[in-house]
């Protein structure tokens, strides 16, 4: 159960590259789910970045 615990946990993916978008405190997984009128949080390994949304393509 731990193995399984530590496979998912998304610091792991983060290392590997990934990043993780957040609007609000919530986790994005999809483009419908922004709100261009707030922020978002790009969060990296190493740090977050915040951007405004334009437009959706």
């Known amino acids: 159960m731990a193995q399984a615990v530590e496979l998912l946990d998304p610091a792991r993916a983060m290392r590997r590259g990934y990043t993780l978008t957040t609007q609000?405190?919530?986790?994005?997984?999809?483009?419908?789910?922004?709100?261009r009128s707030r922020m978002l949080e790009t969060h990296f390994r190493d740090g977050t970045i915040r951007s405004q949304p334009e437009k959706r393509s």
């Not at 609000?24 to 709100?35: F, H, N, R, Y």
């Open 24 to 35: 609000s405190g919530k986790i994005l997984t999809q483009v419908a789910e922004v709100d």
